[in-house]
């Protein structure tokens, strides 16, 4: 389980009366969050429920039809595929929309903290899928953002590789402090990272669960699963 701490007063991003729809199908409506900087909140649901849409209006990369996004800063996205340019080298990779000067030195201490510090004038071509996925948490980081959005990133990577990233984006978490909101539908995945789990159904925050509080973390694995609505231990 992940280790709860006293998240920062400031709030990362505020959500009031969100509404999202497609012509007449509302996707996501009436709903509120707050994510607290240095706050770490996992987003389960199954396909459809509202969970990427979401994440896109908070990132700004859709338009809402109703309710407010409170955000103090721009925030930084972290996809299930990288999404890195492979006619640039890694640090320009990760230096995208930084100033030219001082862009390089950035780009380098980002991609070391991703133990890739060594890498900087390769090309994307030459990475393994969790180097690349590392590449893409150093672009997102070296903006030093107070949101920090990450939609399933480690769902294509194999199991030692996540559990591998699992650990070293708690470490950058705890050392950048942005606000966390992490998609998945990974419900240990949850587990391990999260310091607080939302269950959304219907556009809707259904539940909300902190890990730390759990006396029994079969039990709540067991219970989580149940409110996605699967049957067994296996994760969603």
Request: aromatic share 4%.
């Amino acid at each position: 389980m992940s280790t709860q701490h006293v998240p920062d007063a400031d709030p990362a991003v505020t959500v009031t009366g969100l509404r999202r729809a497609y012509g007449r199908r509302v996707v996501i409506d009436a709903l509120d969050l707050r994510i607290a900087r240095g706050e770490f909140v996992a987003l389960l649901g199954e396909s459809g429920c509202g969970k990427t849409t979401l994440l896109r209006a908070l990132a700004g990369l859709d338009p809402i039809q109703g309710g407010r996004i409170d955000a103090p800063g721009k925030p930084a996205v972290v996809f299930q595929e990288p999404r890195l340019l492979p006619w640039d080298s890694l640090w320009r990779n990760v230096s995208l929309g930084l100033p030219e000067r001082g862009a390089r030195d950035a780009a380098a201490a980002a991609l070391a903290e991703v133990g890739l510090g060594n890498r900087l004038d390769d090309w994307p071509r030459t990475l393994s899928g969790g180097q690349a996925q590392r590449v893409a948490l150093a672009r997102a980081l070296v903006q030093e953002p107070e949101l920090l959005l990450l939609d399933e990133p480690f769902a294509a990577l194999d199991a030692l590789t996540r559990i591998r990233m699992h650990g070293m984006v708690k470490e950058l978490v705890a050392r950048h402090r942005p606000g966390v909101l992490l998609v998945t539908h990974d419900v240990d995945e949850a587990i391990r990272l999260a310091d607080r789990i939302l269950v959304m159904r219907d556009g809707a925050i259904a539940a909300e669960h902190l890990p730390e509080t759990a006396a029994d973390p079969q039990r709540f694995s067991a219970l989580l699963l149940a409110e996605l609505g699967v049957q067994g231990t296996a994760a969603a």
